[in-house]
């Protein structure tokens, strides 16, 4: 079982840069540009101290912020990488964080934002929506990402015609992005059952979040459901989430929050010894990861003794 850290460090000085569109905007053009470039540069440096990181305590994956190059397809101030002026360089850091990936066994992901839904019954959104999961799909080139997760969105005017415009639109991607497109069943529409059918169709992975399916079951078992959803990989490894509701489950009202940490008895037994990737999503970050593995470390010893 590979456990995976999200985005973040809590505590390692390991930082990304982030800006706004206001900010890069007040800049003329060859200025924003620069310093576009160098906050490229610098995110691509921590995400190879990142791979780094997790490669030195055993944490087999990590999921990549979507904000890795800031407005990349922002209408007024987006770019092309290949029109900042570090161009080279970068694309030299970023040929080294995949093959320290790859080398060292990390996998890699991202998880666009969830204004990203092909989906949706608005034009607009899903014309700006298929432009993200492009970029993620050169992103996910370049750094050697294998996947990229998707919600299936909003259920507008039901479930079935929007998963309907969904397959639609991601039948409208590159074969580059497409490839890399993963979906996951979510907290309030779609559940597994909702999904593997599109899953089956459209010759998709599932990603099953344990904490998603405890809030909106639907029909299948958790047990159930990690079977099913790891069939959906093939010969691939499965990918997982798992995280805990702030304040516990019993009488709580808003589960879907999630806590700083795992509780263990929010982890299926059935990823004990299993080869699984499964990311923590937890607020405490690499220190939540960390005492997760050495739970997951002492149970798997257990069960192998």
């Not at 490229?40 to 791979?51: I, Q, R, S």
């Not at 990402?145 to 507008?156: D, K, N």
């Not at 079935?160 to 979510?186: H, K, Y």
């Not at 990690?226 to 093939?234: D, S, V």
Request: charged fraction near 25%.
């Amino acid at each position: 079982m590979r456990l995976g850290l999200c985005c973040t460090f809590l505590d390692e000085p390991i930082k990304f840069r982030h800006t706004t569109a206001r900010f890069v905007g007040g800049k003329p053009r060859a200025a924003q540009r620069l310093f576009l470039g160098e906050l490229a540069l610098a995110n691509a440096d921590a995400l190879a101290a990142a791979v780094g990181w997790c490669a030195a305590r055993g944490i087999g994956a990590f999921r990549i912020s979507s904000q890795l190059f800031p407005l990349v397809t922002h209408p007024d101030v987006g770019y092309a990488l290949e029109e900042l002026p570090t161009w080279s360089g970068l694309e030299r850091r970023l040929t080294a964080v995949r093959e320290l990936a790859r080398a060292k066994d990390v996998r890699l992901s991202f998880h666009p934002d969830q204004f990203v839904v092909p989906g949706s019954a608005s034009p607009a959104v899903v014309e700006s929506s298929l432009a993200e999961l492009e970029h993620h799909g050169r992103m996910a080139e370049l750094v050697g990402a294998e996947q990229v997760t998707l919600h299936g969105g909003g259920a507008q005017p039901d479930k079935a015609t929007a998963l309907a415009r969904l397959e639609r639109g991601l039948d409208r991607l590159s074969p580059r992005a497409r490839a890399v497109i993963a979906l996951e069943n979510d907290d309030r529409v779609f559940t597994v059952d909702d999904l593997l059918p599109v899953c089956a169709r459209a010759g998709l992975p599932l990603i099953h979040d344990v904490h998603h399916h405890r809030c909106l079951p639907g029909a299948t078992s958790v047990e159930d459901a990690i079977e099913l959803a790891a069939a959906t990989w093939g010969a691939r490894e499965p990918w997982a989430h798992v995280s805990s509701p702030k304040g516990g489950w019993d009488g709580n009202k808003q589960p879907q929050h999630h806590d700083d940490f795992v509780r263990p008895a929010d982890v299926p037994r059935a990823w004990l010894g299993r080869r699984i990737t499964v990311d923590v999503e937890a607020k405490a970050k690499e220190q939540a990861v960390l005492r997760l593995a050495k739970w997951v470390a002492t149970q798997e010893r257990e069960r192998a003794a």
